[in-house]
């Protein structure tokens, strides 16, 4: 009996085997689909690019949604989805014309009213979004491919919010999704963008799936930054998250994956002599370090205990520590980036120059009495983890206690918004970065605000009274719309910034990108975008 | 035998509710806030408690904690606070590649281990022996991650033997049921069950799994080994050893039938221990070979204070634990009928 039972369920299993071995080769022969295979920098846990501001949702946020108005290479706002705008004489009414051809996913063509709600709910959760909702007086549907914004006073920024490149950027998404509280999370992804995000394939943590969206028209003109025309020549890209870089690297030279957003720096020079990889920075902007200070406890409390630091800091010593390769850094006085239009170095002079006597003589002024100062270090992630052991060493030397506290990011994002004293768990110091295409514009750049304790970043520097205030001068910037003036503007407030010192520049590298050599048409951008790229 | 089955799996029910409730606050009570990793590094503070709010994760510890074991009670685990995904989807996703890779060890382990260990107690104080505790002290002390990187180095970039990373099912799609669905079956090679591509079925599934095996399993191959070597040496000086040496038995016989079967309670006990340790203790493998299983779910739910997720892979760990335990222990009566409950 048993063997008989036995011989029947081989019997079927033979058989299925037999048939899988032939049903996948015809299946593998006949599939010619090309896949572009990208380990990203992290994983894609959040589908909602407005309820997060985290990059690797805001890439995600880029494949499938679009935008009204999307930054070119140059840093100027172009239409995207706009056929145009018009701005009434008084610069107070903006007219904005969808142009044809927009589709939702789901199929349903895209309306003003979409846009409409979309901004409104984009402008709950982005700083840059507050500011223009502040200025807004309505905005109102003319018909389904055109709405109106009307400002309440000028602001020379409504292009360049709603062309935002970077978190949070005002991605289009349909009215019933758009209308949802911006705390919670939408439910499903619904874009109009290049890309189909596959909910079935997602697996978190390991693997993301974008389809090539066929009823996407893209613009005529050649793509810049986010700007122009989005051409899919893929017909699907997969995020494959790999948690180890070596692995990572591994992948890349054995061709399993095609693109490597952000390898480890220690780990390029093994791959620059292969020819089948390219090592490139397609991020002109670079990235930025801040030292962030808690301007409520002391002694950072006082201004000239954060001169201080900027006295202490050489930019050299944290870059050789944490990039190494001089090629993907130099150092850099601007708060507003290196090569951008608001560079200027005014004010920097302490920064430039290290000057430890200086900044010894400066903290004590600043009221410091050798109370140990706490200093979060988040270990997990070893570019901050470099550069807290650099200060850490660094305020020794100027004589500071320093109790360096390891901590992993997660808890250190939690122990940061704390407002407490050192005595009863509070913190003096920690690390952050921030990519160029965030910190370029004194708006968008949230470290800068002198907001106090209710509008400034965690850390919260306080400086808000009077124009020649950090919040004042950042105020007259997004009341200008001339180029030369706001330029003018950006430079005061750097110089004040330097008074005030909401955080110190630690430096600016440039995160070089690993690809197959095979791989033609990957754009150069603050963002990693995957249209345009040729699978060869 | 039948009741102290039951007496144990109902003794398992307070362990759990022991592990939920320490488990619970232990994650509650640790550093911390998922509202300020999703919020990311830009949002305002006001950002973050917001969200906070939205998430239910300022109200009272005890509220929370009674309404995740009233879902639990119905067996629901819960969503993740990030992907807002069931949980028990996430960890369903993820079980095949977790239990496949300790499957796969294990066998490999045992294959490997067990005669291993009788042939270094038979050979006791031999070239042999000593080359296998030479081997057995190796695998215990080389880093797994090393051995993993020298065997993708030389097997898979420079050798092209095997894949550097990933895994792949060996379940297909076998054909099209008359409702459109499709039919899984175990094939050679076939249409991935997920993806709907090409590449799954047991010839992939081996070229991807065999060096992960490999390198998770030497520990456990030096583990058991040494086990049964000293298990079974202790049993070869037995009186009846001698005995069945003395009746003419041969020494096969008397290896395998006698001593092994005699030593085999303490074998059986490492191996179960070590599908236990396996089952949680795959996190570095995972991660270097890139296996999207528990372990790697497990730390990346930890990093970011994915709370349901947490909670439930540590009771569905737990769970196994006790499963593993118990099953280990009803073996002992089958090894030995001496033991009975």
Known sequence: MISKHLQSFMRIGMSALLASAVLGFSAGSVMAEKVLRVAPHADLKNLDPIWTTAYITRNHGYMVYDTLIAMDGDLNPQPQMLEGWDVSDDGLTYTFTLRDGLKWHDGAPVTSVDCIASIMRWSKRDGMGQKLADFTKSMSRIDDKSFKLVLNKPYGLVLASLGKISSNVPFMMPVRLAMMDAFEAVPEIVGSGPFVFDKDAWVPGAKVVYRKNTAYVPRSEPASYAAGGKRVHVDTVEWIYIPDAATTMNALVAGEIDFWESPAVDLVPSMEGNADITIKVIDPLGTQGWLRPNHLNPPFDNPKARQALTHMVNQEDYLRAIIGDEKFWSTCPAYFMCGTPLDTDIGSEALVKQDLAKAKALLKEGGYNGETLILMDPTDIPVLHGASLVTAQMLRDIGAKVEVQAMDWSTLTSRRAEKKSIADGGWNIFHTYSTGADVSSPIANIGISGGCEEKAWFGWPCDRDGPDSLEGLRDAFSEESDPAKQKAIATKLQARAYEVVPYVNYGQWFQPTAYRSSLKGVLISPVPFFWNIELN | ?341
Not at chain 2, 75 to 92: A, C, M
Request: hydrophobic share 55%; proline share 5%; aromatic share 10%.
């Open chain 2, 1 to 341: 035998m039948f009741g102290y089955v039951i007496r144990r799996i109902l003794a398992t029910i307070p362990v759990m509710g022991v592990v939920a409730i320490f488990v619970f606050l232990l994650l509650h009570l640790t550093p911390g806030d998922p509202a300020a990793v999703i919020a990311g590094d830009y949002a305002s503070p006001a950002d973050v408690e917001r969200i906070r709010e939205t998430l239910g994760l300022n109200r009272p510890l005890h509220i929370q904690f009674f309404t995740w074991a009233g879902q639990l009670f119905q067996g629901d685990l819960g969503v993740s606070i990030f992907s807002k995904q069931p949980v028990i989807k996430l960890i369903g996703q993820r079980i095949e590649p977790t239990l496949a890779l300790a499957t796969t060890t294990i066998i490999f382990a045992v294959l490997l281990a067990v005669p291993l260990g009788v042939l270094a107690a038979w050979k006791s104080g031999t070239w042999i022996d000593r080359s296998v505790m030479v081997f057995a002290v190796l695998g215990f002390s080389v880093p797994i991650f090393i051995i993993a990187y020298s065997m993708i180095w030389t097997l898979s970039i420079h050798l092209h033997w095997f894949p550097v990373q990933g895994y792949k099912s060996f379940l297909i799609q076998t054909g099209t049921g008359i409702d459109g669905a499709a039919i899984i079956g175990i094939g050679f090679e076939g249409i991935c069950r997920d993806s709907g591509r090409a590449g799954c079925g047991l010839v992939p599934f081996f070229r991807h799994i065999a060096l992960p095996s490999i390198a998770l399993g030497l520990v456990y191959v030096a583990l058991i080994a040494r086990i049964t070597r000293a298990s079974v040496m202790e049993v070869l000086t037995e009186d009846y050893i001698r005995t069945a040496h003395a009746k003419g038995l041969s020494p096969r016989v008397v290896l395998i039938r006698h001593a092994l079967k005699n030593a085999s309670v303490p074998i059986v006990t490492i191996i179960g221990i070590g599908i236990a340790l396996l089952l949680g203790g795959v996190v570095v493998t995972e991660s270097v070979f890139n296996i999207p299983g528990l372990g790697r779910l497990t730390v990346d739910a930890i990093l970011h204070r994915d709370y349901p997720i947490i909670q439930g892979l540590i009771l569905i760990f737990a769970g196994v634990y006790v499963l593993i335990n118990l099953l280990v222990d009803i073996s002992y009566t089958f090894l030995d009928p001496r033991i009975r409950y």
